[in-house]
C-alpha cells in the first residue's frame, strides 16, 4: 500500500508562485512516475504533469513555460513548481504515483485570486 501526502497549496495572488510537494511513503517495489492532476469547480480532472522514471516531462499546454515538474527519487518526492499563476489555474491538484497500481493523493487546495 501507498500513502500519498501532498503540502504546498494555498492562497496566492495572481501572478505569484506556489511549490507543491508529494511524498510517497508505504511498500511498493519501484515507482514507475509520479505527477500531478487538478479538478476545478465543475471540471473533470486534468493532467497537469508528469514525470516518469527515466523518461521525458509532459505538461499540459496550458501551464507550459509556468509550472516544473522534479522529483526527488532517494526520497520518492515529487514537485510542482507553479510560477505566474492565473485564476484559471484554482483548482483542487491531487499527486498520483504509478506502481504495480496507480494511487492518488487526497489533494491540495489551490486558489488564486485576481
Known amino acids: 500500500q501507498v500513502h500519498l501526502v501532498e503540502s504546498g497549496g494555498g492562497l496566492v495572488l495572481a501572478g505569484g508562485s506556489l511549490r507543491l510537494s508529494c511524498t510517497a511513503t508505504?511498500?511498493?517495489?519501484?515507482?514507475?512516475?509520479m505527477g500531478w492532476y487538478r479538478q476545478a469547480p465543475g471540471k473533470q480532472r486534468e493532467l497537469v504533469a508528469v514525470?516518469?522514471?527515466?523518461?521525458?516531462?509532459n505538461y499540459a499546454d496550458s501551464v507550459k513555460g509556468r509550472f516544473t515538474i522534479s522529483r526527488d527519487n532517494a526520497k520518492n518526492t515529487v514537485y510542482l513548481q507553479m510560477n505566474s499563476l492565473k485564476s484559471e489555474d484554482t483548482a483542487v491538484y491531487y499527486c498520483?504515483?504509478?506502481?504495480?497500481?496507480?494511487?492518488w493523493g487526497r489533494g491540495t487546495q489551490v486558489t488564486v485570486s485576481s
Open positions: 498520483v504515483c504509478v506502481s504495480s497500481v496507480q494511487y
Open positions: 508505504g511498500s511498493f517495489f519501484r515507482i514507475n512516475a
Open positions: 514525470i516518469p522514471s527515466g523518461g521525458d516531462t
